[in-house]
């Protein structure tokens, strides 16, 4: 079974004594699943978010994502493979207001080195798939939440993520509009999409995870797959 994620016996620490924020931790996740992370706040999620995002490196231990062994890489490798491999959802969007959402969407694209005729292309294909065709000349400021959300999973998804981290994308939305970023992730993963999303909303794990997570004080509380719940430690 291919493993996009892979930590062995990482950890991060942000002080040099007392207790690391996460681990050190194993954990490994398979194509195509789609694990939701939760704990109380403060649990190490959003460390952990980062460690897997390349954003942040382990204090010790092993972080290989999408077959990148990331814990050993500088700066410039690290923000390349964010580039090539990651697609990051926000729980506010973090969309570039000056850019129209056709641009927002094909920025990264271009980034990356692709030209603007495939990117171009892409984003269209993109628009067309999360029904947001009509605002792609519109400003992100001129569209509500869910639709806003849309465009970030779109630009998330511009250069084929082996890896699509939301960090609680359904935080700052309405209940309709929740429901419907719901839906967008579940279908996601049924397309086979590899998926972890850090999340309070229990109704977003239930719905679109095919394994939870729970994180305590930085460890491995809990480990549900399926209909099996596995208390670890
Ligand atoms: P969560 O996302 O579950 O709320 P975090 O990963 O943000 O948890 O934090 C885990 C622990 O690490 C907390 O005790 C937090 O205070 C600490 N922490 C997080 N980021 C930093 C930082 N940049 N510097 C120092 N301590 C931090």
Known sequence: ?????ELTGAARRYAAAGAPALGPLDLTVAEGEALAVTGPSGSGKSTL??????LDRPSEGGVTVAGTRLDGLGEHALARFRRERIG????FFNLLDDLT???NIRLPAQLGGTGRRAATA????LMERLGIARHARAHPGQLSGGERQRVAVARAL???PALLLADEPTGALDRA???QVRELLTELHRDGQTLVLVT???????ACASRTVVLIDGRLAQDTQGTRSEAVR
């Not at 978010?49 to 390349?54: F, K, P, R």
């Not at 990051?88 to 729980?91: A, D, E, G, T």
């Not at 892409?122 to 294909?125: D, G, M, P």
């Not at 309070?200 to 239930?206: G, K, M, P, V």
């Open 49 to 54: 978010l980062n460690l897997v995002a390349g």
């Open 88 to 91: 990051m959802v926000f729980q």
């Open 101 to 103: 959402v056709a641009d």
């Open 177 to 179: 509009a929740g429901e």
């Open 200 to 206: 309070h909303d229990l109704e977003l794990a239930r």
């Open 158 to 160: 511009v250069n084929r």
């Open 122 to 125: 892409r984003a269209e294909e």
């Open 1 to 5: 079974m291919t493993h996009v994620i």
